[in-house]
């Protein structure tokens, strides 16, 4: 005679008011929630923008000047941090996009592999690169 098994249900754990589930894969909620405003942000009238090269110091130690070409430079950083997030957020599917366009009939070729490996960590080194934006200008990121 068999015994039913009863599956049980896993109740979740939360710490600090957060389920286990989401820190199990903490980047996913947190770069979507960093995309979500990030784009929300750039799309609402802003009465202003930070002078973003006047925090970089030139050749010679000093200060930049401010320039007119700030507005544009300021809405290009705000995009490239959120190709960066998107990017990172949706890693596991670009990486296999990447992969299926090296993949010849089920086997990476030996040279194909290299091209793969090259684009991949290309990508990847961009998307890191563009997200650290958002730390650099993280006091930046007001109206």
Same mark, same amino acid.
């Given at each position: 005679?068999?015994?039913?098994?009863?599956?049980?249900? !896993?109740?979740?754990?939360?710490?600090?008011?957060?389920?286990?589930?989401?820190? $199990?894969?903490?980047? &996913?909620? #947190?770069?979507?929630?960093?995309?979500?405003?990030?784009?929300?942000?750039?799309? #609402?009238? !802003?009465?202003?923008?930070?002078?973003?090269?006047?925090?970089?110091?030139? !050749?010679? +130690?000093?200060?930049?000047?401010?320039?007119?070409?700030?507005?544009?430079? $300021?809405?290009?950083?705000?995009?490239?941090?959120?190709?960066?997030?998107?990017?990172?957020?949706?890693?596991?599917?670009?990486?296999?996009?990447?992969?299926?366009?090296?993949?010849?009939?089920?086997?990476?070729?030996?040279? +194909? !592999?290299?091209?793969?490996?090259?684009?991949?960590? /290309?990508?990847?080194?961009?998307?890191?690169?563009?997200? #650290? /934006?958002?730390?650099? &200008?993280? &006091?930046?990121?007001?109206?």
């Amino acid at each position: 005679m068999s015994k039913a098994i009863k599956k049980k249900k !896993r109740i979740p754990k939360f710490y600090n008011g957060v389920k286990d589930s989401v820190l $199990w894969n903490l980047y &996913h909620p #947190m770069g979507e929630y960093i995309v979500k405003h990030l784009k929300a942000f750039k799309e #609402m009238p !802003r009465m202003g923008y930070p002078c973003v090269s006047i925090t970089e110091k030139s !050749r010679d +130690n000093t200060l930049t000047e401010f320039n007119d070409g700030e507005a544009e430079r $300021w809405e290009n950083t705000l995009e490239a941090m959120i190709d960066g997030w998107e990017t990172l957020v949706n890693w596991d599917d670009i990486s296999m996009d990447i992969y299926d366009k090296y993949n010849s009939g089920g086997v990476v070729l030996e040279m +194909n !592999r290299k091209a793969w490996l090259k684009e991949n960590n /290309l990508k990847y080194k961009v998307a890191q690169k563009n997200a #650290m /934006l958002f730390v650099k &200008h993280i &006091h930046s990121l007001w109206d």
